[in-house]
């Protein structure tokens, strides 16, 4: 009997969740021609046609979807294989992909990753910095071992190690014309709040975190990063929601920005990892090392 190769059920899951030949090529870093190849040799070794292709879509049949998710089982558990073998090792001694958001990376990185290699010789660390549902989906197909971002988020199968609290800040321009200012109380306006894009995760954190009810005060601006969000609130195109890891970073200095705490507001900064990974004790003592690293 043959059997699918490791490489044609990564390909698959990717074009499943890419929905995509080109990008889902891309992202396995492989051109469409051989791509396409592999998915095909995949539907003969399975005897059933996975996808229906049109010139502009790509439908996944019912067989496509039973295959999809048994795949992405069977890479997870190819994983944990691996993970076993670690495990006898010592703890951080070997590879480690780490999953990190755009909202983390830049502010706690510097703080801990060279502490981190100094203090574990052998770890061979790799880094993927993306959106918390890229990363999610790399780490239930195994391509990433362990996340660092910002809780909560609706994640199966997984188990979490708790960091910090992470509070967020009114920002706004010294002379803003968005702030209504009320003796001690400060209000914001229509159109006045800038958020990042749908697909972040910090934009969800701000709107239930910072009580953003009122949907009229939000803008129709969006931005891709801080930094955007930053040089935004500079040019008084609106006010927005700060980390307040991001408070002592290069993006604030020097810039005639105010900050004020919001009452009870923040978002949690944590690990996540496949439930029941072998490298749990692992993840935590990272953890632990984190968390003693980044004051």
């Known amino acids: ?16 969740e ?4 080109g990008q889902a090529a891309a992202s396995c870093f492989v051109s469409q021609s051989a791509f396409s190849v592999a998915i095909k040799e995949l539907e003969i070794t399975l005897n059933g046609q996975l ?15 039973e295959v999809y998710s048994q795949a992405k089982i069977v890479i997870t558990e190819l994983s944990e294989l691996v993970n076993i073998s670690q495990g006898n090792k ?14 983390i990376a830049p502010f706690l990185l510097s ?34 071992d362990v996340l660092l ?20 800040y009114l920002t ?18 229509d159109d006045s709040i800038l958020l990042l ?10 709107l239930s975190a910072c009580k953003v009810k009122n949907q009229n005060t939000i803008s129709h601006y969006t931005a891709s990063s801080i930094l955007t969000l930053i040089e935004m609130v500079k040019i008084d195109v609106g006010v927005t929601y700060l980390p307040e890891m991001s408070l002592k970073s290069f993006m604030l200095k020097n810039t005639n920005l105010i900050t004020q705490p919001v009452d009870n507001a923040y978002r949690d900064i944590g690990l996540v990892w496949r439930k029941g990974s072998s490298r749990a004790k692992e993840f935590k003592l990272l953890g632990q090392f984190i968390k003693n690293n980044i004051c």
């Not at 996808?51 to 979807?65: A, P």
């Not at 609706?154 to 708790?162: I, P």
């Not at 894009?197 to 701000?206: A, L, Q, S, V």
């Open 197 to 206: 894009e749908d697909g972040h995760c910090m934009r969800d954190h701000t």
């Open 111 to 144: 703080k801990f990753i060279f502490k981190l290699q100094d203090s574990y010789k052998n770890l061979e660390l790799f880094l993927n910095e993306d959106i918390t549902q890229n990363l999610y989906n790399k780490l239930i197909r195994g391509d990433l």
């Open 51 to 65: 996808v229906d292709r049109t010139n502009k879509s790509v439908t996944v049949t019912t067989l496509g979807r």
């Open 18 to 21: 890419k929905n995509h030949f």
């Open 149 to 168: 971002i910002a809780l909560p988020y609706a994640l199966k199968n997984v188990e979490t190690y708790s960091l910090f609290r992470d509070k967020f």
């Open 1 to 16: 009997m043959n059997y699918p190769t490791i490489k044609q059920l990564r390909y698959f899951i990717a074009l499943v």
């Open 172 to 189: 706004y321009s010294e002379s803003s014309k968005w702030i209504d200012k009320k003796g001690k109380s400060t209000k914001v306006t």
């Open 90 to 103: 010592e703890p951080l001694s070997s590879k480690l992909s780490l999953g990190i958001i755009p909202t």
